[in-house]
């Protein structure tokens, strides 16, 4: 699934075996990531969205961890709107507020399977800023948006994982909402 030649990547992100690490995961949950020129300027350099897809333009790409958010709002997004990312039906509005929250939660729980360093996923300059703020909160165990995870079938929170004999988040059910 994964469209991209590891080759062809911006030297700079070339080697990076986090960026690998990250590439094998979204190719494995269904996450299709494709290399092409970005000419407009994006949120995040070098990532766009597409339809249930994430566009990438490696020559543009400052920060490697933005794909693993960029895949969290694919992978909380209900199935049926994922085909609609980037096209002009797309609800103006999208993402609602609490499918960035759940998107940013989920990138942790990424982080956490792919044995990351919180740092690459929430690096200094994102997250407007509160990168920092986001992993203290997160490492000591305020897990903002969990609720929202747990509604989605896609994890647990302690007390039902607890009640259903089942590990508790940062384990995902389920990488991607149906």
């Keep these: 699934m994964m469209e991209t030649d590891l080759a062809e990547i911006n030297p700079d992100v070339r080697d990076d075996p986090r960026l690998h690490k990250v590439l094998r995961f979204l190719d494995s949950i269904g996450i299709t ?15 766009d969205l597409g339809p249930g897809c994430i566009y990438v333009d490696y020559g543009k790409l400052k920060y490697p961890g933005d794909m693993v958010h960029e895949a ?15 096209s002009d039906q797309q609800d103006k509005d999208w993402p609602p507020q609490g499918e960035e929250i759940a998107a940013i939660l ?7 399977e792919l044995d990351l360093p919180l740092d690459f996923v929430f690096h200094a300059n994102g997250y407007k800023d509160d990168a920092n703020w986001l992993v ?3 490492e000591s165990g305020n897990f903002i948006g969990l609720p ?3 509604w989605a079938g896609l994890s647990l929170g302690p007390v039902r994982a607890e ?16």
């Excluded at 494709?34 to 300027?41: K, N, S």
């Excluded at 989920?106 to 956490?112: K, Q, T």
């Design 72 to 86: 969290g709002h694919l992978a909380v997004t209900p199935s049926a709107n994922r085909a609609l990312i980037g």
């Design 136 to 138: 203290e909160t997160f």
């Design 33 to 47: 990531v494709i290399e092409r020129e970005l000419a407009h300027v994006t949120f995040l350099p070098g990532l």
């Design 106 to 112: 989920w990138s942790l729980a990424v982080a956490r």
């Design 148 to 150: 929202f995870l747990e």
């Design 163 to 178: 009640k259903e004999g089942k590990p508790a988040f940062p384990h995902m059910l389920r990488w991607m909402r149906e």
